[in-house]
């Protein structure tokens, strides 16, 4: 987790706001997740654990995220999801603003062949502060979000998920990659081509059997 964090950092996924959570491998129904701090000065000593209330256990009084709804609502909403990272990054935030929707560029990010939806705050909350702040907000973002693996957040960021922390730390730096290139594809002016469905399902298998070789590399970094 300390490493997700400042590999997160590293990267420009996480700045000083955003965050990486982990659910607590020894009880589904808590997560781990830094207290409120700058994710590049993340240590262990920062973690804190929460139930999916998003209550802090065991009497711990620091200050935890004010977003922690985040986590704490997709946790409750898939089971499948261990490991989620929440990021504002800038390559992401147009796609979450136009009608231009993310698709899978290139066989890196082929998990956004399984959707990448928009989560509009102000559809079901009316105008707000864009924040995630409480269960409600929580559970729209996690119904939003579906069976996929990334979700857009207009007018803030994004979520990716995954099974394990590698692959969610993988899945937040490809996102923001693929929105990136896609972006200068598009600015090329001709017409785009992108992953068919199909080749997105086949890269999906690959990127589960090598995630250890670059969670090798980006720990080291670090
Ligand atoms: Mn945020």
Partial sequence: MAAANRILAGYGVLDAFGHVSARHPDDPGRFLISRSRAPELVTVADLMVLDLDCNPVEG?????????????EIYRTRPDVTAIVHSHAPAVIPFAASSVPLRPIYHMA?????????????????????????????????????????ALMRGHGYVAVAAGIPMAVYRAIYTQMNADLQQRAIALGGSVTYLVP???????????????????LWKRKV
């Fill in 60 to 72: 711990d009084t620091r200050t935890p995220y004010l977003e922690r709804f985040i986590h704490g």
């Fill in 110 to 150: 082929g998990f956004l062949g399984r959707g990448a939806p928009v989560f509009d705050i102000r559809s079901r909350f009316g105008p707000t502060d864009l924040l995630v702040r409480n269960h409600d907000h929580g559970r729209a973002l996690a119904e939003a979000l579906g069976e996929s693996d990334v």
């Fill in 198 to 216: 199909e080749e997105s399902a086949l890269t999906v298998p690959v990127q589960e059997l090598t995630i250890m070789r670059p969670w090798e």
